[in-house]
């Protein structure tokens, strides 16, 4: 029994290593080569630095709000506790978190399995399926995002819930739920399934109704009350924007869809925006579930009762940015499904067991593998997540030399640059996401319009520089290939 269990510890050193640098070659490549931006590796970056300075943040890179609290555009206190590693990793730091988060939680499906079976390879199969999970791959592409280390400790809450370990399972769940704002509503989602698949155990059912009822209290008092507050430019829970033609508030959001059950039909599976080129996005979605392991859902139904917020924030919005499987917002999918196919396999026969979890690895690996070429979710940028090609590798500056003009910029002095140069050049009080100014005293614009203009268009970019060279307030004092600086003028 030692020899098997050391060999599958080996092993699992070994997807650990592989995974470890296949996520860092897509997000720590996408940095090196300027493809990390103001929204939102800028905005966190300049969080922590101020973090690790015993002082708190106030954003400054939103292009829809005036300077307010980091905590009023999204409620999580993660970066807080990481703060202190800006100190050795710089501007990578939140990136190597989100990274080691997505290693740790594949150790805890590991763990999870292994304690419920006596099959040593099961334990791997169903942690490399999750390794290999679209949305891990969709998320670390595109910058850093709380909710992707947050979702990571769901595996090790349902493990110690499930062993009735509850103290570590609060722990977990706790860090869950402070993950960031939204997550709370999901914690009371996980929760309340596992009060329903629990509820035999009376001393399980306390525990879960206590998590729902701590969940539901955090998620309304930082909505309604904490954020709003630190919202100055919104004064109200500012994700709400994205659903406001279905209510003004989250109480008449519930309110109507109650009152007419009508309109989930269109929403959850229907292009609501009237626009063709948005036809098939949610097919996309529910296909890559399905070929994951989503088939599980139907007969594990209390892991499909904790998507259901998922898909709601996914799906019941007008934005469709949010309904495919690009970004960070599939994330909380994949240790879903990789526990769901887990816990759906342990009532077959061993060997009907071995060729259902092949087979979903194998799904997964093929569904994954084609939307690293073509997806029908916009806008994929190829890239930002092929790893396995040259162009991944390439970019559009020659990095050393910027990264040395960046670092000659003076620090505590108010900056306006575009958004990819945003994300290393938080070392002070006032960071602007160009075109927006204000007090800048320098302002650093990337010349090559392939990059870095959102949110105007490369035309728009490009006569706001010819502007600003007509600006007598303003002057140039480096120009290249690849950048211009300005410097205010004084009087």
């Given at each position: 029994m030692i020899a098997p269990a050391l060999k599958s510890?080996?092993?699992?050193?070994?997807?650990?290593?592989?995974?470890?640098?296949?996520?860092?070659?897509i997000s720590l490549v996408n940095h090196y080569n300027f493809r990390t931006y103001a929204l939102d590796l800028?905005?966190?970056?300049?969080?922590?630095?101020?973090y690790a300075h015993f002082r708190v943040n106030y954003s400054t890179l939103l292009l829809d709000a005036a300077p307010m609290n980091f905590l009023g555009s999204h409620f999580t206190l993660l970066p807080v506790l990481f703060s202190p590693l800006y100190w050795l990793f710089g501007s990578y730091t939140m990136l190597l978190v989100q990274i080691m988060a997505v290693l740790f939680g594949g150790i805890g499906i590991y763990v999870y399995c292994q304690h419920r079976t006596t099959l040593s390879w099961l334990p791997l199969v169903v942690?490399?399926?999750?390794?290999?999970?679209?949305?891990?791959?969709?998320?670390?592409?595109?910058?850093?995002?709380?909710?992707?280390?947050?979702?990571m400790f769901l595996p090790w809450f349902l493990h110690y819930f499930g062993r009735q370990k509850y103290r570590k399972a609060?722990?977990?769940?706790?860090?869950?739920?402070?993950?960031?704002?939204?997550?709370?509503?999901?914690?009371?989602?996980?929760?309340?399934?596992?009060?329903?698949?629990?509820?035999?155990?009376?001393?399980?059912?306390?525990?879960?109704?206590?998590?729902?009822?701590?969940?539901?209290?955090?998620?309304?008092?930082?909505?309604?009350?904490?954020?709003?507050?630190?919202?100055?430019?919104?004064?109200?829970?500012?994700?709400?924007?994205?659903?406001?033609?279905?209510?003004?508030?989250?109480?008449?959001?519930?309110?109507?869809?109650?009152?007419?059950?009508?309109?989930?039909?269109?929403?959850?599976?229907?292009?609501?925006?009237?626009?063709?080129?948005?036809?098939?996005?949610?097919?996309?979605?529910?296909?890559?579930?399905?070929?994951s392991g989503g088939v599980a859902l139907l007969f594990r139904p209390w892991y499909l009762f904790m998507l259901l917020p998922v898909f709601a924030q996914k799906?019941?919005?007008?934005?469709?940015?949010?309904?495919?499987?690009n970004y960070q917002y599939s994330i909380e999918f994949a240790p879903v499904l990789a526990l769901a196919t887990f816990d759906l396999s342990s009532q077959f026969k061993p060997k009907m067991q071995k060729r259902f979890l092949l087979l979903c690895l194998g799904l997964t690996l093929a569904a994954t593998s084609v939307t690293l070429v073509k997806r029908k979710s916009k806008?994929?940028?190829?890239?930002?997540?092929?790893?396995?090609?040259?162009?991944?590798?390439?970019?559009?500056?020659?990095?050393?030399?910027?990264?040395?003009?960046?670092?000659?910029?003076?620090?505590?002095?108010?900056?306006?640059?575009?958004?990819?140069?945003?994300?290393?050049?938080?070392?002070?009080?006032?960071?602007?996401?160009?075109?927006?100014?204000?007090d800048a005293l320098f302002i650093l614009l990337v010349k090559n319009t392939e990059e870095g203009t959102y949110p105007l268009s490369p035309a728009e970019y490009s006569q706001k520089i010819a502007e600003l060279r007509q600006n007598f307030a303003f002057k140039v004092i480096l120009e290249d290939s690849q950048i211009i600086i300005f410097k205010r003028k004084l009087l």
């Open positions: 510890h080996k092993s699992l050193l070994l997807l650990l290593i592989v995974f470890g640098i296949i996520y860092g070659l800028g905005l966190v970056n300049h969080a922590i630095y101020d942690t490399a399926q999750f390794y290999l999970m679209w949305g891990i791959y969709s998320a670390l592409a595109y910058d850093y995002h709380d909710n992707v280390v947050g979702a609060l722990v977990y769940f706790v860090l869950l739920v402070i993950s960031k704002e939204n997550m709370a509503l999901w914690g009371i989602f996980i929760a309340v399934a596992c009060l329903g698949k629990y509820y035999s155990d009376q001393s399980a059912r306390k525990v879960a109704f206590g998590l729902a009822i701590f969940s539901t209290g955090y998620f309304i008092v930082v909505t309604s009350v904490i954020m709003p507050q630190l919202n100055t430019t919104h004064h109200q829970f500012a994700q709400l924007i994205r659903y406001q033609h279905l209510g003004k508030s989250m109480g008449s959001i519930v309110q109507y869809i109650v009152q007419h059950p009508q309109v989930l039909i269109p929403h959850l599976f229907l292009n609501t925006t009237g626009n063709p080129q948005f036809n098939f996005i949610k097919a996309e979605l529910y296909g890559m579930i399905l070929l799906l019941l919005t007008h934005d469709f940015m949010l309904w495919g499987i806008w994929f940028m190829k890239p930002l997540v092929q790893f396995q090609r040259p162009m991944h590798y390439r970019s559009l500056f020659e990095r050393e030399k910027l990264h040395d003009i960046l670092k000659a910029v003076p620090g505590q002095v108010p900056v306006s640059a575009s958004s990819c140069l945003t994300p290393r050049l938080v070392n002070r009080e006032k960071l602007y996401h160009f075109p927006v100014i204000r």
